[in-house]
């Protein structure tokens, strides 16, 4: 029973909404009935531990009941770190990955609501200005990056299109080399982002205020 209760320990750490085992008890078991009773209570308790998918990726549930040994059928391998970018200067709300071509988009966005208002007002087109100026102070952004190394999976930025209200989210399209973004100004904006310029630039082909319309985008 210890070594139950101890792996019962271990899982609770990592993994919510455990089956609950059954009740220790105070006085030594004596009579047949409790022993029969507490072993099957035991055989209930595995089972719903054995059933749980998310468990089968955790090493230590695996040496506990040999997972390796008897069922390599149900084994899941646990997730591991391969990557660890921390350069962003602003929040990340959404990436794309495409190992086929070693890219890796992301939007990101100024996650200060103080900060955000204040850029939203430096940003803003006033009713004398014939045009809205440039990007003065950045609130969102896409960013590319292109894996520069072959043995790991090392990414240096390419370029980045700044925006002045969040960028939300992202889709990006191998085929025609063409990556959209969604701000929460409405606006989706679509760059074209040649392969034959190893990605290294873009072209803006789109900007739509999607919000006044059902709008379909084929890209």
């Known amino acids: 029973y210890r070594q139950f209760d101890d792996l019962q320990k271990h899982l609770k750490k990592l993994h919510p909404n455990l089956p609950s085992m059954p009740w220790k008890t105070i006085m030594q078991l004596k009579s047949s009935d409790q022993i029969d009773k507490r072993r099957s209570d035991l055989e209930k308790y595995i089972q719903s ?14 040496r506990f009941f040999e997972i390796d040994e008897h069922a390599p059928e149900a084994t899941v391998n646990p997730a591991k770190l391969v990557l660890d970018m921390s350069q962003f200067a602003l929040g990340i709300r959404d990436f794309v990955f495409d190992f086929q071509n070693d890219l890796l988009f992301t939007c990101v ?6 900060s955000r208002v204040d850029s939203y007002l430096t940003n803003m087109k006033l009713p004398w ?12 952004a896409l960013e590319c990056y ?5 043995d790991q999976l090392k990414y240096d ?3 980045i ?8 989210c992202l889709s990006w399209d191998k085929v025609t080399s063409q990556v959209a973004v969604g701000l929460d100004s409405g606006l989706v904006n679509v ?18 205020k999607a919000h006044t319309a ?6």
């Not at 531990?49 to 090493?59: A, I, P, S, Y």
């Not at 966005?109 to 103080?114: C, F, G, Q, T």
């Not at 299109?161 to 939300?168: E, F, G």
């Open 49 to 62: 531990l054995v059933t749980r998918r998310d468990l089968l990726g955790n090493d230590t549930f695996k």
């Open 109 to 114: 966005s100024d996650m200060n609501v103080a």
């Open 129 to 140: 200005e014939k045009a809205l100026h440039a990007t003065v102070v950045t609130v969102g």
């Open 146 to 150: 292109i894996q520069t190394s072959e």
């Open 157 to 159: 930025r390419a370029w």
């Open 161 to 168: 299109k700044t925006y002045p209200s969040q960028v939300i």
């Open 191 to 208: 760059l074209q982002v040649p392969a034959d310029a190893k990605f290294s630039k873009y072209k803006e082909v789109l900007s739509l």
């Open 214 to 219: 059902l709008s379909l985008i084929h890209i």
